[in-house]
């Protein structure tokens, strides 16, 4: 097989996250985060992040994680600091903004203006969300790779 017939990774459509109890991570991110409920059962539950997802998955054995992690972008990272503060959930400290879950799942926290991550248009607006925009830096990434927004 040669190298142009391997596929491209172009995305992610979502996370998995073992937890103990559905109800009980639900809760939990509530209330940390809006966001709707894409749909639920007893051993798994999808919160919607428009066209991707986190699934929660019943039944987390392992310990906690370490340095493994995944970085949720939200609108407002001040925001999100201050409803880590408000539910009693400790950051970890150093030059992010990074936190563990009850199950031990390590999320570290972006925010959407500062990272070339994009949601294209439509997805914006279907979100509610054509407000955001980006800093100059998450611009020049995204332009220095052939990608200039506007």
């Known amino acids: 097989m040669g190298e142009t017939s391997k596929p491209r990774v172009v995305g992610l459509n979502h996370v998995a996250l073992e937890v103990g109890d559905i109800d009980e991570a639900l809760a939990f991110y509530r209330r940390l985060f809006a966001f709707e409920l894409r749909s639920k059962n007893d051993t798994m539950a999808f919160i919607d992040l428009g066209d991707q997802f986190i699934a929660l998955q019943k039944g987390r054995k392992q310990p906690p994680d370490d340095n493994r992690h995944f970085g949720l972008v939200v ?38 203006d500062n990272v070339q991550f994009t949601k294209a248009p439509n997805v914006l607006r279907g979100m509610g969300l054509m407000q955001l925009t980006k800093k100059e830096s998450a611009k020049k990434e995204l332009a220095d790779k052939g990608m200039p927004l506007g």
């Open 75 to 112: 609108d407002d990272k001040e925001a999100a600091r201050w409803a880590l503060g408000a539910a009693g959930v400790a950051s970890l400290g150093g030059p992010f903004l990074d936190f563990r879950d009850p199950w031990g799942n390590r999320i570290e926290i972006v925010g959407y």
